[in-house]
């Protein structure tokens, strides 16, 4: 494309000039012109947008400083913000009400705030006086956090500009307001204007910008899913109501690995880092019982270890139960119907409830295997060996195939004091010491054959 000459436009009329001068001839207003993007209206086109301005990408400068980061001294936090907090980024935390949200933030904020980040602490839920107690019964009321209770975006955007901070939480996006959208608090044009008003700040302004959100059953108030493609970080709270234990997940994240976590235990003084979380997940488990297997799992950049608990009982039903919490019902199902045909061992007749020990939920198909383990061994009411790990994805034809990180996963099951495994053909156990790998046959003492391509 031929480079055309600059252009000048003077913002008082509006007139186009192609040379700058002190006075626009036009309407002789002084000091009014200034340069615009050289173009140009394609002729026809008629869109009247403003061209953007093209970078090639050869030509871009590799040796540009990596986004500025700061970190609150929370590992678990740290690590699935990827490595801190962004500056100008825009961070969704979604969760259920009551999980934990506002004692994380309100912990993350003092954290932040001790750093020296300048942090304000929106809350649209409760009064000041509220949050400051909170504050106090987490030790964090000498904390330099800002605190406001708004809800006007409007009020809140103008306190932004005035304070500038280097982080602001807003607790919650659905208790927010914008006087530009007629719709009720809650709606989801409300929600989206919202956010997008305070992701805009936060691009604009260099600030990072921390959005929590309910996760909300009924469609009166949107939820979080609706703003998660304008901002640069979704991470969800989740955890049982009746475990203390909290999983802080990446789901989304510009900035860093998603699916990372970050391991929490609700006490009494708020929300305590859990550094280990495979010894905490498989502390409740006694003695080797049937139907429970142990899962080496990887979460995000770390290996974590999880019971995989089965039961499995004679049905009254027609059709029979399948109950399962912690893990993809879809996938269970296949995995069922894998072992039926595949392996003929049915099912039918039979409830089967499988869960996960400790309220955590595991996505990986290479808990495949150990589903299935806990499955034979509650049907054959036989308990696997206690220091047995597992880990491998099951395929449709009934074979098993490898899945990555398996040193890391073998690693961090020795050293929790497992010593041998199960695990995909070829899976070595190089550098770990005191593991042996056994065979997949070594698995089936109980129920014959099993995956035969195994
Ligand atoms: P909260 O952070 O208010 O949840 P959310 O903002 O996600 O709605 O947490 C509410 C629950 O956490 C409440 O049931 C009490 C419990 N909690 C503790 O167990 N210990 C604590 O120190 C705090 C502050 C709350
Ligand atoms: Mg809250």
Redesign the pocket.
């Known amino acids: 494309m031929a480079k055309s000459a600059p252009s000048f436009r003077c913002a008082e009329c509006g007139a186009t000039h192609a040379k700058w001068s002190g006075r626009c001839e036009a309407c002789g207003a002084w000091n009014s012109l200034v340069e615009e993007s050289p173009l140009s209206k394609t002729p026809g086109s008629g869109l009247g947008g403003a061209k953007g301005k093209l970078i090639q990408l050869s030509a871009l400068d590799t040796k540009e400083a990596p986004p500025k980061r700061a970190l609150a001294g929370m590992p678990e936090l740290d690590r699935v913000l990827g490595g801190g907090l962004v500056a100008a980024s825009a961070i969704l935390v979604g ?12 912990q993350a904020a003092a954290a932040f705030a001790r750093t020296g980040l300048k942090t304000l602490y929106i809350s649209g ?1 409760e009064a000041a006086s509220q949050v400051r107690m ?1 504050a106090a ?2 030790g964090l009321a000498d904390a330099p956090v800002g605190l406001g209770a708004e809800t006007s975006l409007r009020d809140i955007l103008t306190t932004l500009e005035a304070e500038r901070p280097d982080l602001v939480v807003i ?2 996006i659905q208790t927010m307001w914008s006087d530009r959208v007629e719709s009720a608090p809650g709606s989801v044009s409300q929600l989206r204007a919202a956010a997008h008003e305070l992701v805009s700040f936060a691009k604009r302004r260099g600030t990072a910008v921390i959005l ?1 959100g ?1 996760v909300t059953k009924e469609g009166q108030i949107a939820g979080p899913r609706v703003i998660e493609h304008m901002v640069d970080t979704v991470l969800y ?1 989740e955890g049982e109501r009746g475990h ?1 234990f909290r999983i802080l997940r990446a789901v989304k994240n510009r900035f860093g690995p998603a699916s990372e976590i970050g391991v929490f235990e ?6 305590a880092e859990v550094a280990n979380p495979s010894a905490l997940f498989l502390s409740e488990r006694g003695q080797a019982a049937p139907g429970s297997a142990v899962f080496a799992g990887i979460e995000g950049t770390r290996p974590v270890l999880t019971e995989i608990q089965a039961l499995v009982a004679p049905s009254s039903l027609a059709s029979p139960r399948r109950t399962v919490v912690g893990l993809d019902s879809g996938r269970i199902s296949t995995i069922l119907a894998v072992l039926e045909s595949r392996c003929g061992i049915p099912f039918t007749g039979l409830d089967v409830f499988l869960n996960v020990a400790g309220g955590m939920k595991v996505i990986e198909p290479a808990a495949d295997l150990a589903a299935a383990a806990a499955l034979l061994s509650a049907r054959e009411d036989t308990a696997l060996p206690a220091d047995m790990v597992i880990f491998g994805e099951i395929s449709l034809s009934g074979a098993l195939r490898p899945v990555g990180q398996a040193e890391n996963r073998l690693k961090e099951a020795a050293k929790l004091g497992f010593s041998q495994a199960i695990a995909p053909t070829g899976t070595k156990a190089d550098g770990t010491t005191g593991m042996s790998m056994r065979k997949l046959g070594d698995l089936v003492t109980f129920t014959g054959e099993m995956f035969g391509a195994g």
């Open positions: 969760g259920d009400p009551g999980i934990g949200k506002s004692t994380l933030l309100l839920e909170r019964r987490l607790d919650s929590v309910h709270f203390q609700m006490t009494g003084a708020g929300l």
